[in-house]
Every structure is written in structure tokens, then in C-alpha cells.
């Protein structure tokens, strides 16, 4: 979702059509892999907690 939301955001603020580009080649990579892998989502949603629960506990740990 972030870089549907990014792709969003680049249109509505003017960004280069080449970035543009860019969002939309990324994003129809995505489909292709979840159109090919039924649990593709689950797999890459767990990566995807993983490095999101490591960085929280990293800067909870320079916090301290």
C-alpha cells in the first residue's frame, strides 16, 4: 500500500511522469507475483511485520 499511496501522492503533487512510471511498473510487478502465488501476501506480510517490529524495538532501544 505504500507505494500505491506514493503513486497517489505523486500525481496529486506534480511529480515527473517518469516517477510515475516507476510506481506503476513496481506495483504491476506486485500483481504479477500475487496473481502467480496465492500465499505470496501472507510470506512477504510477515517479512514485512518482522523488519517493522525490528526498527521499532531498535528505536525503542536508542531511546533508552
Not at 3 to 10: D, P, R, V
Not at 30 to 55: G, Y
Amino acid at each position: 500500500m505504500a507505494e500505491l499511496t506514493s503513486c497517489f501522492l505523486g500525481q496529486a503533487l506534480g511529480f515527473s511522469a517518469h516517477t510515475l512510471e516507476m510506481s506503476a511498473a513496481y506495483l504491476d510487478n506486485w500483481l504479477r507475483v500475487l496473481r502467480s502465488d496465492k500465499t505470496a501476501i501472507f510470506k512477504h506480510a510477515a517479512d514485512a511485520q518482522r523488519a517493522c517490529d525490528w526498527l521499532i524495538a531498535a528505536s525503542a532501544d536508542e531511546a533508552a
